[in-house]
Nanobody, 125 residues
Framework: QVQLVESGGGLVQAGGSLRLSCAASGRTFRRYAMGWFRQAPGKEREFVAAITWSGGSTYYADSVKGRFTISRDNAKNTVYLQMNSLKPEDTAVYYC??????????????????WGQGTQVTVSS
């Protein structure tokens, strides 16, 4: 089992950048693929980005491709989301998740059991 704590959210102007972090507890962190999801008010939680346990492969939603970068440091049990060129439509609560690659990328939010508490990202126009 793994516990997740997100941080790094905040208020930023359009075009700005933020770096989110997700610290995981538990020695099994390295066994999991990791993902970032987001949920805007009144909308379903949606996939943003994923990274394999080794960090060798990544996958992004079309809406963030070329602007966001997911990475991980297994020595620090931490996964990151670097967000550049932020847009008002990126405003949401961002969550990290841990599971196998298929569940994160194919099944999505409804299939995931391990979530953090989320961190708010607000992008002003």
């Amino acid at each position: 089992q793994v516990q997740l704590v997100e941080s790094g959210g905040g208020l930023v102007q359009a075009g700005g950048s933020l770096r989110l972090s997700c610290a995981a507890s538990g020695r099994t962190f390295r066994r999991y693929a990791m993902g970032w999801f987001r949920q805007a008010p009144g909308k379903e939680r949606e996939f943003v980005a994923a990274i394999t346990w080794s960090g060798g492969s990544t996958y992004y939603a079309d809406s963030v491709k070329g602007r966001f970068t997911i990475s991980r440091d297994n020595a620090k049990n931490t996964v990151y989301l670097q967000m550049n060129s932020l847009k008002p439509e990126d405003t949401a609560v961002y969550y990290c998740a841990a599971d196998d690659w298929h569940t994160i990328v194919v099944v999505g939010a409804t299939g995931l059991d391990y979530w953090g508490q989320g961190t708010q990202v607000t992008v002003s126009s």
